[in-house]
């Protein structure tokens, strides 16, 4: 089988998506969900650095906003830099699943860690240089398309 960096990154996204979805299965939250409130809990954020962060162009982050406002889980406030735009934040209820998500996730990172062993700062600067890579590669209309 023919490898690459770019089709072993997709083949660990894969893998890290379907682990992290069965470590948080029972809060109700899938694991593209919990990382996304792991990112709200700190404060709200506007769509645009929602959709930069993720990589991800405004109609998705669109879907997701609304998925989490039916849920109960975000809420939208005005954006005090910019009175055209808004923040998403987590409300109480949603902070309460991340919280959830969490104990269920904390085992599951820890057996991970413990697996990688010392290596683990080598491959998390790995991962920051690829994906810093990515967005060099993906250039500045990649949110946007």
Known sequence: MPTNV??????VSRAVTELVDRAV?????????FAIYSLLVSG???PTELATWMAA???TI????????????????????DRRSYRIGLTDAGRAAHR???????????AVED???????????????????????????????
């Open 6 to 11: 770019l089709f072993n990154a997709w083949l």
């Open 25 to 33: 299965a029972d809060s109700g939250l899938a694991a593209d969900d």
């Open 44 to 46: 709200p954020i506007t």
């Open 57 to 59: 162009p405004p109609t």
């Open 62 to 81: 669109s879907s997701i906003i609304k998925r989490f406002e039916a849920r109960g889980h975000v809420r939208k406030e005005p954006n005090p830099d």
């Open 100 to 110: 959830r998500a969490g104990v269920l996730f904390r085992p599951t990172l820890t």
């Open 115 to 145: 697996a990688l062993g010392r290596g683990e700062p080598t491959v998390l600067r790995a991962l920051d240089s690829l994906r810093d890579a990515l967005d060099r590669a993906r250039g500045d209309d990649a949110v946007t398309a």
